[in-house]
């Protein structure tokens, strides 16, 4: 990791918050951004009524914006497969092939 970009910071998937952070060169020191969506298979740990209302088409233009800057994104199930590895991604497995079983 590049010593300059050592932040990661929150996103609420504001893309005005993105530009104000280049405008001020702030964005040169973050490394990558975190946010939640509404709705999650695995869910995020905060409460989905306290979560911006965003459509996939806004969630892909905030995280190319992201890219464009240098800033990487790591969502709530990404987090987990690093820290749990293996054990997640087959509970994640099992639950996805739970839920296809009952719901064809």
């Known amino acids: 990791m590049d010593r300059k970009k050592n932040l990661c910071i929150p996103t609420i998937w504001d893309n005005g918050f993105l530009y104000e952070l280049k405008k001020r060169g702030l964005h040169k020191n973050i490394f990558e951004i975190y946010g939640s969506l509404p709705v999650s298979v695995i869910g995020s740990g905060r409460p989905s009524t306290s979560l911006p209302k965003v459509d996939v088409d806004h ?6 914006i992201a890219h464009s800057m240098g ?9 987990l497969v690093w820290v749990f590895g293996n ?18």
Do not use: A, D
Not at 71 to 79: A, D, G, H, P, V
Not at 87 to 104: C, E, G, S
């Open 59 to 64: 969630v892909e233009e905030h995280i190319n």
């Open 71 to 79: 800033i990487n994104l790591i969502s709530s199930l990404m987090l």
């Open 87 to 104: 054990l997640i991604q087959n509970i994640i497995i099992k639950l996805l092939t739970v839920t296809l079983l009952f719901n064809p």
